[in-house]
């Protein structure tokens, strides 16, 4: 048998091996250009804005600097193209004295931080003020109870995740909220802002939980309270006081736009109700425990009536809640459950409103107003408040089961 021959294995000489070497130089070279340049390499889905508008010193890079100590905030850029920036965005470039505006991502959270310099920071609280009022004043009650205007020295954060807010309020940095209902509770920072009617804190509010606790609250039965319901171990948080209608009508203004421009106390206008509008009390008012009673809203004449609530002042609050517990009583009876058109009767300690608008209470709630619920077998969710009322079988709550809003 004939064997093939052995072929023997080369022997590199000098020359290939300074070749080989070479090779292996450029293959590092280009795998660091592509670290350098993530946007240039190929199957990368978060790939970096351009180096050239990434700022690498001024006040926007400083302003990544100090956040990044409490958070991620990554990929600074300042391209007004970016499709991180939100689609909700407040404010641009050259507006509320904005010089210069960035965002980074949050990449732990999933999120992105808009970062804002202003030349002004009176000017940017007093736009950002004007802002949120007029959101409210076209129908949005609850804008900016839940701000993620972040303010610091020199510069705005504005992150787009809850997570990233609370984490950049360990810092420095502190919450802007203009909202009148927004809540700071016991225990959290609180400082005045540069505009009138604004407020800085360390409170991040929400509507799912997911901000700082409201450690005041008192939990219901389902978070493990076994006392009896409308009865929390941690006692009442207080509840919204006026010392006469008109105090009652300013104190509600910014929950019932109307009351501002559509208010009346002439018996024969608060006497209105429509098919659309029916007040909790009817027929003669002191027998309900009310000593003073005002209508907010247009009444019907030529067209149908708008936005109709109630305000009342309340001498003895457990007459009121009693009559007002037969009421509803008697309407789950013949509907098994509210009607859409019948109002709820939120009370105070002294007062009460009677209103249908379902963003008109969230805002109410926030201002200590409470719901008279007597529905049996009533349970409320964990995170909502729950006291007592003047009447067995019934619960003041800010809990709504047609309308959650945590």
């Known amino acids: ?21 070479i090779r292996r130089m450029l293959a590092t070279t280009a795998a660091l250009a592509c670290l350098a340049t993530l946007s240039a390499c190929e199957g990368d889905s978060d790939a970096a804005p351009p180096a050239a508008s990434a700022p ?6 400083e302003a990544q600097r100090y956040v990044r100590q409490y958070g991620s905030c990554e990929e600074l850029s300042t391209a007004p193209d970016d499709p991180r920036l939100p689609a909700d965005e407040i404010t641009k470039a050259g507006q509320w004295s904005v010089t210069d505006r960035g965002i980074c991502s949050d990449k732990p959270e999933h999120g992105e931080i808009v970062l804002s310099v202003p030349s002004d920071m009176r000017e940017f609280q007093t736009r950002y003020k004007q802002y949120v009022m007029d959101r409210i004043a076209g129908g949005d009650g609850a804008y900016g109870l839940d701000s993620r205007v972040l303010v ?37 920072k609180r400082q005045a802002a540069l505009v009138e009617g604004c407020q800085l804190s360390d409170f991040v509010g929400s509507t799912d939980g997911s901000g700082s606790p ?9 978070a493990g309270d076994s006392g009896k319901p409308g009865q929390p171990k941690t006692g009442s948080l207080g509840l919204a006081r006026a010392g006469g209608i008109a105090e009652l009508r300013k104190l509600v203004g910014s929950s019932l736009r109307e009351c501002g421009e559509h208010f009346s106390t002439d018996p024969e206008a608060v006497a209105a109700e429509s098919i659309d509008y029916q007040p909790v009390v009817k027929g003669n008012a002191p027998d309900w425990g009310i000593t003073g009673r005002a209508l907010c ?18 001498g003895d ?4 809640q009693t009559k007002a517990k037969a009421a509803q009583l008697a309407d789950l009876k013949e509907n098994g459950k509210p009607r859409a058109t019948a109002s709820l009767l939120l009370v105070g300690e002294n007062i009460a409103v009677e209103t249908n608008d379902a963003d008109a209470r ?45």
């Not at 019907?300 to 009342?312: C, F, K, P």
């Not at 109410?364 to 079988?393: M, T, W």
Request: hydrophobic content about 40%; aromatic content about 8%; glycine content about 8%.
């Open 1 to 21: 048998m004939i064997m093939p021959p052995l072929t023997m294995p080369a022997v590199p000489t000098k020359a290939t091996m300074h070749i080989q070497r």
């Open 56 to 61: 690498t010193a001024g006040p926007l890079a």
């Open 152 to 188: 610091g020295k020199g510069f705005v954060a504005t992150p787009t995740r809850t997570k990233t807010a609370l984490a950049l309020v360990r810092s420095e940095l502190r919450v802007l909220t203009c909202n009148p209902a927004a809540p700071v509770p016991t225990g959290y």
């Open 214 to 222: 409201n450690l005041d609250a008192p939990q219901g039965p389902a």
């Open 297 to 314: 809203g247009r009444p019907a004449g030529a067209q149908r009536a708008v936005n109709l609530s109630w305000l009342d002042t309340v």
């Open 317 to 320: 609050m457990r007459k009121l």
């Open 362 to 406: 969230f805002g109410l709630y926030q201002q200590q107003f409470l719901y008279l619920n007597c529905a049996p077998g009533f349970a409320i969710p964990a995170g909502y408040r729950l006291e007592k009322s003047e009447v067995d079988g019934c619960v003041l709550t800010d809990f709504e089961p047609e309308h959650p809003v945590r």
